[in-house]
């Protein structure tokens, strides 16, 4: 099997009912694709390869890396929804910047991780910076992340950063949002230091 250009395509159709659900091979340039289709009409592309690098790439699967652009302020003694508004990265579009939460299209295993920071405001030092993944709006994902002797911890005596790490079986539709809490005193998530990401694994 030969194709004339590039942008052409050569490979294979599998159908369903004379419907096609799948197809694969050399499709509109000269990396392999598989596609699949739950009409015939619209592809999503589950794997492609890069034909110079020989990478693998897997754009059905849900992944984002997600940040702050600006330092949003969090008072004192109240958890906090941390206000993740931009991507770097979001494939199935599974992150909505506008809540600032993941949604898990389908039921399986995710894993997902945070570097979440602190950043002073004026002379005030909080007796500890907390973070943690906030289920459905409700529940703890996971423990909170607690950081105390904040002024020990801190960058230049103003910023500090926690960093949390968790793999979780989710059902299509939970969302998974970052949020932060400060002891005692008032303060800031730093755009600098603060970063929110995940991908589905199985």
């Given at each position: 099997m030969n194709k004339e250009a590039p942008a052409g395509d050569v490979g294979?159709?599998?159908?369903?009912?004379?419907?096609?659900?799948?197809?694969?091979?050399?499709?509109?340039?000269?990396?392999?694709?598989l596609a699949v289709s739950p009409d015939g009409l619209a592809f999503k592309d589950a794997i492609r390869t890069d034909e110079g690098s020989g990478l693998v790439s897997l754009p059905g699967n849900a992944k984002f890396l997600g940040f702050i652009n600006y330092d949003q302020y969090v008072a004192a003694d109240t958890w906090q929804t941390v206000a993740i508004n931009n991507t770097l990265s979001n494939d199935q579009m599974s992150f909505d910047t506008g809540a600032n939460r993941f949604t898990a299209p389908a039921d399986g295993l995710y894993r997902f991780g945070a570097s979440i920071g602190w950043k002073q405001n004026g002379a005030n030092v909080p007796t500890a910076v907390k973070a943690k993944l906030v289920l459905n709006g409700v529940?703890?994902?996971?423990?909170?992340?607690?950081?105390?002797?904040?002024?020990?911890?801190a960058v230049d005596g103003s910023e500090t950063a926690l960093h949390l790490h968790v793999m979780a079986s989710l059902a299509a539709g939970d969302t998974v949002a970052l949020a932060q809490l400060f002891s005692g005193l008032d303060g800031y998530v730093p755009a600098t230091v603060t970063r929110f990401w995940g991908e589905w694994v199985a």
């Open positions: 294979f159709l599998l159908q369903s009912g004379f419907v096609t659900r799948a197809m694969f091979g050399l499709l509109g340039s000269d990396g392999w694709r529940s703890d994902l996971c423990a909170p992340l607690v950081a105390g002797d904040v002024a020990d911890l």
